[in-house]
């Protein structure tokens, strides 16, 4: 492991300690220490789907069902994988709750570094790069449940208790791997959604100063409001801070509509997503600095002419971010078929246990990221009739309120009752069976999405890096 790797911002580059000029271009492996309901298939947020597990399974199976989990879903046949696509980048999203329990706070447990360390290894063994994103903060920093937010509250904000807690687990962090040249840096808070914008900047400062006391060199990865898109109260740039954006296209989502032509309303094609990007990017940009896309990438249908469509998407947003000389990683590397470059096999021992609730999760739109509300209209367009006549200015942050309505209809109230039922698909489970399930997301069991591969591997950027 050579220390000339490790990198810092050098202008409007990222630069190892040689000099050379490096463009980190890969994967954020969502869904693995911050689960997401969608990538594997459980209802709701992660905390409640672990609590139901061990309800059903009880406590020592409970531990075998997900260690089984974190094992086999990233392994050294998917490092040599990505290697193998020319790409350098791995961002690993962490849940806070895998270092530190609510019911102890300020313990840090060292168990919960023993599979983020062990992907960091074996991503530096082939030549990656990693960022360490804390994607769920204690008290949660946004309002949706990718923060393993139960509620629509973004408690983080409001409570200096979940700060202090935030802050000391940053310091173990930089503490553990400040001698480490493949960890690219330190993105401390996932798309973070302050509704005063009041403390954000404060409480950003408190993390900066606090990692660099314990590590003055990795580059630091800082998120805009609202969802990695707000930088207009940010002042000037520090130093060895690469701010990013997260860059989801209209057309790529899945209620998308063509490509050119109107999604939600606005008609999107290559210029405006150039307009778009440059938008998202005009604090790094003004300022001359480095641009790191954090998060982007269509959702697929299954539907080849669709799918068609939504790669040219990703191949003009990739060209955009060459032009520009900016870092990106795609979201995502795996799950169970909607966006991964690798995914769960649809004939799978996991998928074929899991079928009966994906089915119903899809009747009531209740994935935020994978669903929509066409089965469930009868109920949803009353409310929103409703809230356009008593309610006709109501705007809350951040997204106003229609998307308040899908949150606490579909993703909450219809999502919570299925938690149960989604823990009780393994009951009575031996352990061979848990091992069995699990290997599911075995590299060598996932099937790969070529067309999405080949696209990445088109703009790995291998043969003008040298990779």
């Not at 969502?30 to 609590?51: D, K, L, Q, S, V």
């Not at 050294?76 to 530190?100: K, Q, T």
């Not at 699990?438 to 890096?465: K, Q, W, Y």
Request: with cysteine; charged share 25%; net charge negative.
């Amino acid at each position: 492991m050579t220390g000339d790797a490790l990198l810092s911002v050098r202008g409007s580059t990222l630069v190892d300690r040689n000099g050379t000029t490096v463009v980190l271009r890969g994967f954020g492996l969502g869904g693995w220490m911050n689960m997401e309901n969608f990538i594997t298939g459980y209802p709701a947020n992660e905390e409640a789907h672990r609590r139901s597990v061990r309800r059903v399974l009880g406590e020592r199976q409970y531990h075998l069902f997900f260690d089984r989990f974190l094992e086999y879903f990233f392994t050294e046949e998917d490092a040599r994988y990505i290697a193998s696509l020319g790409l350098n980048l791995v961002r690993l999203p962490i849940n806070y709750r895998h270092f530190e329990d609510d019911m102890r706070p300020f313990e840090i447990d060292e168990s919960g570094f023993h599979h983020l360390d062990r992907v960091v290894d074996l991503c530096a063994r082939h030549g990656i790069y990693t960022i360490i994103d804390l994607h769920a903060l204690p008290g949660c920093q946004n309002q949706h449940w990718h923060s393993d937010n139960p509620t629509h509250r973004a408690l983080l904000w409001e409570h200096r208790h979940f700060q202090d807690r935030a802050v000391h687990l940053w310091e173990a962090i930089a503490r553990r791997y400040r001698n480490n040249p493949w960890v690219a840096g330190y993105n401390p808070i996932n798309e973070p959604a302050d509704p005063s914008e009041e403390m954000i900047m404060p409480f950003y400062a408190r993390l900066y100063e606090a990692i660099r006391a314990h590590d003055p060199d990795h580059v630091i990865f800082l998120e805009g409001n609202r969802y990695s898109q707000d930088f207009h109260i940010f002042g000037e740039p520090w130093e060895n801070v690469v701010y990013t954006n997260h860059d989801y296209a209209l057309p790529g989502f899945v209620d998308g509509g063509p490509y050119p032509g109107v999604s939600r309303g606005t008609y999107v094609d290559r210029d405006v997503l150039e307009e778009t990007f440059r938008r998202r990017s005009a604090y790094m940009l003004s300022r001359g600095l480095h641009v790191w896309v954090g998060e982007f990438g269509p959702v697929y249908t299954g539907d080849p002419e669709a799918d068609a469509m939504r790669y040219r998407v990703l191949r003009d947003q990739l060209e955009i971010y060459q032009r520009y000389g900016a870092s990106w990683a795609v979201w995502l590397y795996k799950d169970i078929g909607l966006q991964g470059v690798a995914y769960a096999a649809p004939d799978s021992p996991w998928m074929r246990r899991v079928e009966p609730m994906l089915r119903k999760k899809a009747r009531l739109g209740a994935d935020s990221w994978g669903g929509t509300e066409e089965g469930i209209t009868e109920v949803m367009q009353p409310i929103r009739d409703l809230f356009a006549r008593e309610f006709p200015d109501y705007a809350p942050f951040p997204f106003g309120a229609s998307r308040d309505i899908q949150q606490l209809v579909r993703h909450i109230l219809l999502s919570e009752p299925m938690v149960e039922e989604f823990a009780e698909l393994f009951r009575g489970v031996t352990d061979e069976e848990i091992d069995t399930l699990m290997r599911s997301f075995l590299f060598e069991n996932c099937r790969i999405r070529t067309p999405l591969a080949d696209v990445l591997a088109e703009h790995s950027g291998t043969a003008a890096h040298g990779r």
